[in-house]
T-cell receptor
Framework: GNSVTQMEGPVTLSEEAFLTINCTYT??????LFWYVQYPGEGLQLLLK?????DKGSNKGFEATYRKETTSFHLEKGSVQVSDSAVYFC????????????FGRGTSLIVHP | IAGITQAPTSQILAAGRRMTLRCTQD?????MYWYRQDLGLGLRLIHY???????GKGEVPDGYSVSRANTDDFPLTLASAVPSQTSVYFC????????????FGSGTRLTVV
């Protein structure tokens, strides 16, 4: 079956540091891949997505590249801010027909001034 | 503003009581989902519906029921609440077959005492 594995947190960084949150997946076929962000007390929001191999999703300075050869979709940001403190979820879904999304367990990011 | 509305935002419920969590979307998405979020366990799928009139069981369906009488509404019912159902519940929707990602509600925080 489908599964998503994320690095365990919390990840603690100083402001302006480089961020990487690892995500690997197991899936049949060719899934679409997503990163979601959850700020304290809120629901999940779509951060970025990639729908095919070698696609790069980007938004708000965050990037992730769909690597089929390594089944990975690592999230990166060159310079984090305190406002980026949140929980980040990697997810996948199949395209076409009916499907159920699969989420990782989430990685908490804490950014200190 | 297009999106998902969940109600109530929070609730304290006596064990053994019946409770319905409401979820309404205005995006005409075919698919809807209910997740519970617990610390250390991430998001777990309770029930889903790929289209109006159909529902399916997720990872943790016991003690919960759903219905999908129309496209917009997807209520989740706890027939007889137990303390282990204390959690934050999120409703989500998506367009079946589309890699567009999922839209989440703001959640219902339920405490069963």
């Amino acid at each position: 079956g489908n599964s998503v594995t994320q690095m365990e947190g919390p990840v603690t960084l100083s402001e302006e540091a480089f961020l990487t949150i690892n995500c690997t997946y197991t899936a049949t076929g060719y899934p679409s891949l997503f990163w979601y962000v959850q700020y304290p007390g809120e629901g999940l929001q779509l951060l970025l997505k990639a729908t095919k191999a070698d696609d790069k999703g980007s938004n708000k300075g965050f990037e992730a590249t769909y690597r089929k050869e390594t089944t990975s979709f690592h999230l990166e940001k060159g310079s984090v801010q305190v406002s980026d403190s949140a929980v980040y979820f990697c997810a996948l879904s199949r395209t076409g027909g009916s499907y159920i999304p699969t989420f990782g367990r989430g990685t908490s990011l804490i950014v200190h001034p | 503003i297009a999106g998902i509305t969940q109600a109530p935002t929070s609730q304290i419920l006596a064990a053994g009581r019946r409770m319905t969590l409401r979820c309404t979307q205005d995006m005409r998405h075919n698919a809807m989902y209910w997740y519970r979020q617990d610390l250390g366990l991430g998001l777990r799928l309770i029930h889903y519906s790929n289209t109006a009139g159909t529902t399916g069981k997720g990872e943790v369906p016991d003690g919960y029921s759903v219905s999908r009488a129309n496209t917009d509404d997807f209520p989740l019912t706890l027939a007889s609440a137990v303390p282990s159902q204390t959690s934050v519940y999120f409703c989500a929707s998506s367009e079946t077959g589309s890699p567009g990602g999922y839209t989440f509600g703001s959640g219902t925080r339920l405490t069963v005492v």
